[in-house]
């Protein structure tokens, strides 16, 4: 079994969990059943990724099956960025439950620290980024009108805990100044290319663990063409990384996986594969010293994927400026 992170809520939250972005529809169920089958009990889905009705099909078949109990597992969702006024939130974590076939979320997230403006589910489910078109279209929700509504799907039991995703410190600093109930987790993209220490130092100081999404860096990102991930040599395939595995009898991948969770974060790979299922899940049975933390840090060089000026022409998406 992964070991686990205590959060701010109290409850523990598995430190190696798996990612559904990416995950198709036509083989999400028995993806998500496979994987809990090979061990995984954390899984973070969105209403973005598309995918929560399928997802929610092979965690109630591992269910009906026995392999596991709901309350071994740990469910993580994330509110999109259309529902973020107030009157929106609970509404859309009701759809959003109901697609997965479940009572509650361990883990509720606020996706992006940006407001656009509402699209019913009838017109459009997931939105996306565009109201209609190329189009993009703010709503005036401030983050702290959506943290409050956040705030009260715990109290509805709608969520165990809450968190955020993509969050910059500036922003981090302004929500504990009013928030009742502190963010117990952010989310945030994480690996040697990208190592945001000064926003994980806060993160540790403010007592919010750190989750890491695209744990490999370029990888997940070749797909999309974009020009800075295809230049990079891939983390997986670096010489460095590669004699570093070599050293402790590990894939590449899992001193990657090993990296970022020696340094405290929680990870969420995805992968689509049984077999590299059970060798992301097994990445903590061994340590890297400190010496090899430190190359591996070193690697970073500030280069951040996902950003939506990188999938699509926009002027108004500056979330990371
Ligand atoms: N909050 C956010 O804004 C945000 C953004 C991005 C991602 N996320 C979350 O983080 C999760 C993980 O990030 P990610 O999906 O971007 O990418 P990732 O886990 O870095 O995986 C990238 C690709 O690497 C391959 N892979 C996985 N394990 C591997 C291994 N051991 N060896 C070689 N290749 C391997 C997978 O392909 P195969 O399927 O072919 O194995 C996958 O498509 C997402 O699924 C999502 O849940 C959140």
Redesign the pocket.
């Known amino acids: 079994m992964a070991p686990v992170i205590k959060l701010s809520s109290g409850y523990d939250m598995p430190q190696v969990g798996f990612?559904?972005?990416?995950?198709d529809t036509a083989v999400a169920s028995d993806v998500v059943y496979n994987a809990i089958k090979a061990g995984y009990r954390l899984f973070?889905?969105?209403c973005d990724?598309g995918n929560e009705k399928e997802c929610g099909e092979g965690v109630a078949r591992a269910i009906a099956e026995g392999i596991v109990k709901r309350e071994e597992l740990f469910i993580v969702s994330?509110l999109w960025n259309t529902f973020h006024d107030g009157e929106r939130v609970e509404p859309i974590v009701k759809k959003q439950l109901a697609d997965w076939g479940l009572e509650y979320f361990d883990l509720y997230?606020i996706?992006?620290p940006v407001a656009l403006e509402y699209v019913d589910p009838s017109v459009r489910y997931p939105p996306g980024w565009h109201y209609e078109g190329d189009e993009i279209r703010p709503s005036k929700a401030t983050i702290q009108e959506t943290w409050t509504a956040m705030e009260g799907l715990v109290g509805a039991g709608l969520a165990r805990s809450i968190g955020i995703?993509?969050f910059q410190s500036q922003l981090i600093y302004d929500l504990l100044r009013y928030a009742k109930i502190r963010p117990a987790t952010l989310?945030i993209?994480h690996h040697p290319y990208l190592v945001q220490q000064e926003l994980l130092n806060l993160a540790k100081r403010e007592g919010i663990a750190v989750t890491a999404?695209?744990?490999?860096?370029p990888?997940?990102f070749l797909e999309f063409n974009m020009q800075h991930a295809v230049k990079l040599t891939p983390l997986?395939e670096d010489e460095t990384i590669k004699k570093i595995a070599a050293k402790y009898g590990k894939?590449p991948?899992?001193v990657l996986l090993r990296w970022a969770t020696q340094r405290g974060l929680a990870i969420?790979?995805?992968?689509?594969?049984p077999a590299?299922m059970a060798?992301?899940l097994s990445s903590t049975d061994f340590d890297l010293s400190a010496e090899d933390l430190a190359v591996i840090t070193s690697f970073d060089r500030g280069i951040r994927f996902?950003q939506p000026s990188n999938y699509f022409p926009t002027e108004l998406l500056w979330i990371f400026g």
Request: proline share 3%.
């Open positions: 990612g559904l972005w990416k995950v973070d889905g969105a990724y994330k997230l996706h992006f995703s993509n989310q993209e999404y695209s744990s490999f860096g990888a997940s997986i894939q991948s899992q969420i790979p995805k992968t689509t594969r590299i060798e992301n996902n």
